[in-house]
């Protein structure tokens, strides 16, 4: 049984670990979007 439990925490932690480096991507994203607009606001001055 406690292999059993040891292979769901694994696969849960697993999941949250891609869950967060998800979010990390898309808010890596996000910041990149808003520096590119920034960088064109400042250039048409």
Same mark, same amino acid.
């Given at each position: =049984? &406690?292999? /059993? #439990? @040891?292979?769901?925490?694994? !696969?849960?932690?697993?999941?949250?670990?891609?869950? @967060?480096? @998800? @979010? /990390?991507?898309? %808010?890596? =994203?996000?910041?990149? &979007?808003?520096? %590119?607009? %920034?960088? %064109? /606001? #400042?250039?048409? !001055?």
């Amino acid at each position: =049984m &406690s292999k /059993i #439990n @040891e292979w769901h925490y694994f !696969r849960f932690t697993t999941a949250v670990a891609v869950c @967060e480096e @998800e @979010e /990390i991507i898309y %808010l890596k =994203m996000q910041i990149g &979007s808003l520096y %590119l607009k %920034l960088l %064109l /606001i #400042n250039t048409r !001055r």
